[in-house]
């Protein structure tokens, strides 16, 4: 068996000051996606940015734009991050009391959807929805900062979800976010992770690019 992990560089981590020339290192990595991050202060007790950023790094991305929205009610928003080059959107299970709704919602504005799970929900909960998912995306930190250390549990619950997908015959990506670096990313693949967020271990190393291209060679085999 094959594997080619997703990279998905999060942009949270980039130097918003040089946003555009981390942009196109992006672009001429071997990274697969952009992760984004939006953040309400209400849902997590942190701002990242909005609207008016995603369309300037969407102006300039010539990958997969992976949105992922830690915010109250993101039913609101559906069809703008759609309108504003979103591929992917992912919405957190703790934040969508209609969460069937929801993800036909991001279907039907030709998205992708996806669901977040917090480091303490449990992945049962997503029994009856998950042949509706393209993705999951586990949190392996807790969510609203950058930069925290990863939680140990993750690897549990990554084979979890992967006995649930299979047993389901689900075709939902399983990704991790939250504390990816060079020493647990190979172990989240062989647990069943398909694609690994990388924040600050790719943005604040001496060469963002190869620490991107290392994480890829690791995680394929």
Not at 5 to 14: E, F, H, N, Y
Not at 51 to 71: F, N, Q, S
Request: hydrophobic share 45%; charged share 20%; net charge negative.
């Amino acid at each position: 068996m094959s594997k080619n992990t997703i990279i998905a560089p999060s942009v949270l981590a980039a130097d918003f000051a040089n946003l555009q020339r981390d942009i196109e290192m992006i672009n001429n990595s071997q990274a697969d996606w952009f992760h984004i991050d939006i953040m309400d202060g209400v849902f997590v007790p942190n701002i990242s940015f909005g609207m008016p950023v995603l369309e300037a790094i969407a102006k300039h991305a010539k990958k997969t734009i992976d949105v992922h929205l830690m915010i109250v009610d993101p039913d609101r928003y559906i069809k703008t991050f759609a309108d504003l080059g979103a591929n992917y959107l992912t919405v957190h299970y703790e934040a969508c009391p209609h969460l069937h709704r929801t993800i036909q919602a991001i279907k039907a504005e030709g998205m992708k959807a996806g669901v977040v799970l917090n480091p303490h929900t449990s992945v049962d909960l997503l029994e009856d929805v998950i042949n509706d998912l393209d993705m999951v995306l586990l949190m392996s930190v807790n969510p609203g900062f950058g930069g925290q250390s990863f939680i140990e549990n993750t690897y549990e619950k990554v084979r979890k979800l992967k006995a649930l997908i299979t047993r389901k015959g689900s075709n939902a990506l399983i990704e991790i976010d939250g504390g990816v670096t060079n020493k647990n990313a190979k172990q989240l693949v062989e647990a069943g992770a398909d694609a690994l967020v990388a924040g600050s271990f790719v943005f604040k190393s001496e060469n963002p690019t190869q620490t991107i291209a290392d994480l890829k060679q690791l995680t394929c085999f």
